[in-house]
């Protein structure tokens, strides 16, 4: 860019004001995407959500499908634990797994 002397901006002089920009939307307070609609969520009616986070909460289960995993997720004490518990299970249950079946045979 070329230096002019006094020149300070590209918008000096001009005789309307320039629009300012901003969105027409507001966030998604699960996510922080913007939405232009949104509902109390499924899980927490204090939550404005939009389309992004909305689903039916009555297709989650309440108990996991596997007992053993159920069980063990349950002796958990952190985060930590539960991504190794779920990562170790799945490899040898057969049933959260039906891979580990084909590959032990």
Sequence with gaps: M????EFIDYDEGRKEPA???FAH?????SCGA??????????DRELLVGPCCQFDISQIPDVPICEDLYRL?????????VADTYTAH????RKC????LREAA
């Design 97 to 100: 797994n039906p891979e580990a």
């Design 73 to 81: 997720v349950m002796r958990c004490r952190t985060v930590g634990e």
């Design 34 to 43: 913007p939405c232009e609609d949104r509902q109390p969520a499924s899980w």
């Design 90 to 93: 799945r490899q040898v249950c």
């Design 19 to 21: 629009a300012p920009f």
């Design 2 to 5: 070329e230096h002019f002397g």
């Design 25 to 29: 939307a507001l966030p998604c307070e």
